[in-house]
């Protein structure tokens, strides 16, 4: 273990699961979340609440774990409240995302991420992106990210890597993976603390964590807990 | 005429003749500058002068002209204000930048301006980005402006392009492409209201315009503009 890395930890399941993958494989991890909306002030409180139990979890990934940095994004806002014209609006509504949708979203994050990590000393970025859930997001898509990974390093003369461990991993396969890294305490970490709800419902508790669980993020997280436990 | 242009439109000397040169070009075209910091305050006033007197400088221009974007950016002095560690460290020190310098800020720039050009219908980035000057910048290199061209497209499966007029112009033959656009006029257009000055100085008034007189910005100004009128 000699290399660094920054985790993109927004505190919902797939990027807790991330800072526990990154935590067993780097010798130092710092943590980054950007703050571009009031729904997300939910998953920024489950952050900190996460990040205080990782020591409990395991003493080495406590020793491991470094600084926590929370970037606010009020241009995400601002883009996302542009009328939209012509292409922009009419590509928008056959995927179906919302009028407010910032297109490249990932690509800022990760840009962030690098300019951050550069200038921590840190090598590798981990984020939570995921080809098998997010297909309509396609700077989400590994193809995106190795060219950005090539953009970043001409522009910032770094050789920073963006390591994606979910990818190609469904939701079932995710909670399988947290098994697998930090067992049940993890398990247990994630269905407590890790928020995934885009309706920031954090009073209903069911067997796979809060949540309203009639949202699409919901759904996904509960299908996927139930696959995984049925397995 | 049928192309529409985002132009990353701070109020300086460059980017005002992008703004002249994409006026000349593009059908439509929107402009788009980034609020990060105190110092950068007097180019945003230069800029909102320089927006009205269009449609005095050609009639045309100023039916062609859009509308203007300020996108706040409070995230880059945080990343600036983080400490240095490690490689990032040394490499900044050699480069002779300054501790706050946040690496690859010009792809983030360009990938906001990508997102609010995507939602806006807009076909073409213009930004002034030159290699001649800028040569510490790898980040304004024509190769990295490639590659995230390449990364933009994949994120948000898109065509956008980046056009860079000024990337092989000195200085002198900046303002030479000045007066071929547009005479005179924005010459005249560049020496009054368009700012350079990195210590934000608008008191004392040179023949290439305002500033100290003395800051690099400043020197680099009033050299290409002695050998352009010698020329």
Same mark, same amino acid.
């Given at each position: 273990?000699? @290399?660094?890395?920054?985790?993109?930890?927004?505190?919902?399941?797939?990027?807790?699961?991330?800072?526990?993958?990154?935590?067993?494989?780097?010798?130092?991890?710092?943590?980054?979340?950007?703050?571009?909306?009031?729904? /997300?002030?939910?998953?920024?409180?489950?952050?900190?609440? *996460?990040? @205080? /139990?990782?020591? +409990?979890?395991?003493?080495?990934?406590?020793?491991?774990? %470094?600084?926590? /940095?929370?970037?606010?994004?009020?241009?995400?806002?601002? *883009?996302? %409240? +542009?009328?939209? *014209?012509?292409? %922009?609006?009419?590509?928008?509504?056959? =995927?179906?995302?919302?009028?407010?949708?910032?297109?490249?979203? =990932?690509?800022?994050?990760?840009?962030?991420?690098?300019?951050?990590?550069?200038?921590?000393?840190?090598?590798?970025?981990?984020? %939570?992106?995921?080809?098998?859930?997010?297909?309509?997001?396609?700077?989400?898509?590994?193809?995106?990210?190795?060219?950005? +990974?090539?953009?970043?390093?001409?522009? !910032?003369?770094?050789?920073?890597? *963006?390591?994606?461990?979910? !990818?190609?991993? +469904? @939701?079932?396969?995710?909670?399988?993976?947290?098994?697998?890294?930090?067992?049940?305490?993890?398990?247990?970490?994630?269905?407590?603390?890790?928020?995934?709800?885009?309706?920031?419902?954090?009073? /209903?508790?069911?067997?796979?964590?809060?949540?309203?669980?009639?949202?699409?993020?919901? @759904?996904?997280?509960?299908?996927?807990?139930?696959?995984?436990?049925?397995?």
């Amino acid at each position: 273990m000699t @290399k660094s890395a920054l985790v993109l930890f927004s505190g919902g399941q797939d990027s807790t699961i991330c800072l526990a993958y990154a935590l067993e494989r780097y010798a130092r991890v710092e943590t980054l979340a950007f703050d571009y909306n009031q729904r /997300h002030k939910v998953e920024l409180d489950c952050r900190l609440e *996460i990040l @205080k /139990h990782i020591p +409990t979890q395991n003493r080495e990934w406590g020793e491991r774990l %470094g600084d926590d /940095h929370i970037l606010p994004l009020p241009a995400l806002a601002e *883009i996302g %409240g +542009t009328s939209l *014209i012509g292409a %922009g609006e009419i590509k928008m509504q056959e =995927n179906g995302l919302p009028s407010s949708f910032v297109p490249g979203r =990932n690509l800022l994050f990760l840009t962030y991420g690098a300019a951050l990590a550069y200038r921590r000393g840190l090598d590798v970025l981990v984020g %939570g992106m995921c080809e098998t859930d997010y297909s309509g997001y396609p700077d989400c898509r590994r193809t995106t990210l190795d060219a950005l +990974t090539n953009a970043i390093n001409l522009g !910032m003369e770094s050789a920073i890597t *963006i390591d994606t461990p979910l !990818m190609q991993q +469904t @939701k079932a396969q995710s909670w399988a993976l947290a098994n697998e890294i930090g067992g049940a305490a993890l398990v247990s970490l994630i269905i407590e603390h890790s928020h995934t709800c885009y309706e920031g419902e954090r009073n /209903h508790r069911h067997i796979w964590g809060y949540g309203c669980g009639t949202c699409p993020a919901c @759904k996904l997280r509960a299908q996927g807990y139930q696959e995984w436990t049925a397995a």
